[in-house]
C-alpha cells in the first residue's frame, strides 16, 4: 500500500533525501554516542529507513513511531529490526523518560511543533538526547535567479500544514525546554538534484505552480555544465541534551 500523504513522498525519494543526509546524520550520531544509547527512538519515521540504521548502529531497542499506518505497513522490511509505533507525536504513549535518545529527521517541520517539543521533553530521560536533522527554506541559495524554487517551496508547505522556517525556530524552543543545545549547519554544497523538482511536485500546488514547476525542471536540465547552477537548502543539524 502507497500512503498518499504530502509529508510523505515516495520510497525511492525518501531514500534519496536520506542518502543526502547521511554524512551529516552519521557525524551527529556520533557527537550524540548513539552506539552507546540504549532507548531510542525514531520520531516521524516514515518508512523507517533511519530507524534501520539506527538499529545497526546501537545494540539498544529502537522504537519506530509514525501517526501514518500506512507508512508503517508500507516497508515492512525496513522496520525488521525496530519495534514500529503508529501514534502522534504530540501524545506520545510512553511513559516519562523512557529514551536515552530521541532521533527526527525531516519530521519537525510537519509536526505541530510546541506541543510535540514538549512530549520530547518529558520522555527523554536525564543524560538523554534529541538530535534533529530539519531544514530552514527560508535560507534557501539559488542560482541563477531564474530557476529559484524557495517561494514555491514556502507557499506548498505552509499550504501542506507544514513550517517552512522550522530550523531558525528549534534552538530557541529547545531551550526554553530546558534543554543545553548545540546547533551546527550543513555545510558543504554539492551539484543539486534533479529530484528536488519531484519533492516540490509532490506538495499541494496550484495548477499553475505545476506548470511552473515543471518548466523550472526543464530548464534546469539544460544546465548541465558543473556548478551552473546552485540550489542549497540549508538543514540544521541540532544536539539537544538534558
Ligand atoms: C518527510 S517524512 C520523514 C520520514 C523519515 N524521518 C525519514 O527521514 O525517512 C515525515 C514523516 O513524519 C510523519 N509525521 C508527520 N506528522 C506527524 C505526527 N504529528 N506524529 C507522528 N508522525 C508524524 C509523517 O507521517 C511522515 O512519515
Redesign the pocket.
Known sequence: MKPE?A???SLRL?RD??AWLAPARTWLLKQANARQRRRLLDL????G??SKELAKLSRGRVVA????LP?LLAAPSTLRKAAPACA???TLPFADASFDLVFC???LL??PLEPMLAEVRRVVQPGGVLVAIEPDYGGMIEHPPELATAPLWIDALRRAGADPLVGRKLPGLLAGLGFEVQVELMSQLTAPARQRFDLLRGLPLTSYERKQVDALKRQAGKLDRPWQQVAHLPFMLVTARL
Not at 516521524?44 to 518508512?47: A, L, P, T, Y
Open positions: 500523504q509529508d510523505l513522498p525518501i533525501q536520506a516521524g519515521c516514515g518508512f529507513v533511519v513511531l509514525d501517526h501514518s507508512a502522534d507525536a504530540a529527521q525531516l519530521a510537519w509536526m
